[in-house]
């Protein structure tokens, strides 16, 4: 499986972007990238996922490097709701048993 | 649509002892994960079932078994426990034979072992 490497804690200002890094050097090539975010109390929820181009949905987007070891989460406009863990997974195409590693917690200041 | 439930939310048990822990999926998901999230740390795999078969395992023994239903409720069930054992127990579910869909996780079951 996959390793990843993400900041242990990042903070930001509301209403400002925040851009999450994500190391994943040994990723296969039909990996996906996926990423989740765990707010207090919760189980974790979905956010976006990736192969190969960046992607954009209502809660985020997603930079892909273009030789696909590390990738980027990015809320472009963080509130106090977005204070949670996010974690960044390789996963295949089918049947994923997601990996998760230990994330980063990010702190958003009002 | 409903989202994925689980219970109980809380439970103690003694060493020693079983437990059975129940999810139940969103409609429709024909498949369904069990994670073991320890304190601070990030959820670890179990077990994955699909139309309910067994379809991989985490590095967890043999103690944790599990069955999915045809209605793709499942149980996770825990023989002998041991005080490692307490953590949050989260299930999810998908239809993960359509491609890289997300996982709904419910809300979790908090197991403690004493």
């Known amino acids: 499986d996959a390793k990843t490497t993400q900041p242990n804690s990042m903070e930001s200002n509301e209403e400002e972007p925040v851009h999450l890094p994500c190391n994943h050097s040994?990723?296969?090539?039909?990996?996906?990238i996926h990423w989740y975010r765990q707010l207090p109390s919760q189980g974790p929820e979905y956010v976006i996922h990736?192969?190969?181009s960046n992607v954009n949905n209502r809660m985020a987007s997603l930079a892909i490097a273009e030789d696909r070891k590390s990738s980027t989460l990015i809320l472009h406009r963080a509130t106090l709701r977005d204070a949670a863990v996010y974690y960044c997974?390789?996963?295949?195409?089918?049947?994923?048993?997601?990996?998760f590693g230990s994330g980063t917690k990010l702190n958003v200041k009002p | 649509e409903t989202g994925v439930t689980q219970s109980p939310t809380h439970l103690i048990k003694t060493r020693g002892q079983q437990v059975t822990l129940r999810c139940s999926s969103q409609?429709?998901?024909?498949?369904v994960s069990w994670y073991q999230q320890a304190l601070g740390q990030g959820p670890q795999f179990i077990f994955q079932?699909?139309?309910?078969?067994?379809?991989g395992r985490g590095n967890f023994p043999p103690r944790f078994s599990g069955l999915q239903f045809p209605n793709y409720s499942s149980e996770l069930n825990v023989n002998a426990l041991e005080l490692d054992d307490s953590a949050l127990y989260l299930c999810?579910?998908?239809?993960?034979?359509?491609?890289?869909?997300?996982?709904?996780f419910g809300p979790g079951t908090r197991l403690t072992v004493t």
């Open positions: 997974i390789p996963g295949g195409y089918n049947f994923n048993k997601f990996y």
């Open positions: 990736g192969l190969t």
């Open positions: 079932y699909y139309r309910e078969e067994e379809n």
């Open positions: 409609s429709g998901h024909n498949t």
């Open positions: 040994t990723i296969s090539g039909t990996d996906y």
């Open positions: 999810a579910s998908s239809l993960a034979d359509r491609g890289p869909s997300e996982q709904y």
